[in-house]
Nanobody
């Protein structure tokens, strides 16, 4: 089992920034993938960004150039720096850990006001 604890969500104005954190604990493996997904009201959950244990990253087109995913392997923590936020970024953001299985965090609300 892997436990994920997210933090850093909140309310921000358009154009503002937020940084999300997700700390993993438990059955961590050396080769894994950590990522962020989001689900807006009435929408399906969608991928935002992922990062592998060796630092390879992937971003959804909608966040390229505005969001940056990073990780601290010593702390088993993944970060999502979100800049130039837009109202359409409003969603519950979920951390996902993929090792021997898939694990999800509880979600953190990000609200961008216009």
């Amino acid at each position: 089992q892997v436990q994920l604890v997210e933090s850093g969500g909140g309310l921000v104005q358009t154009g503002g920034s937020l940084r999300l954190s997700c700390a993993a604990s438990g059955s961590i493996v050396s080769r894994d993938v950590m990522g962020w997904y989001r689900q807006g009201l009435g929408n399906e959950r969608e991928l935002v960004a992922t990062i592998t244990s060796v630092g390879s990253t992937y971003y959804a087109d909608s966040v390229k150039g505005r969001f940056t995913i990073s990780r601290d392997n010593a702390k088993n923590t993944v970060y999502l720096q979100m800049n130039s936020l837009k109202p359409e970024d409003t969603a519950v953001y979920y951390c996902k850990y993929t090792g021997f299985g898939n694990y999800w965090g509880q979600g953190t609300q990000v609200t961008v006001s216009s």
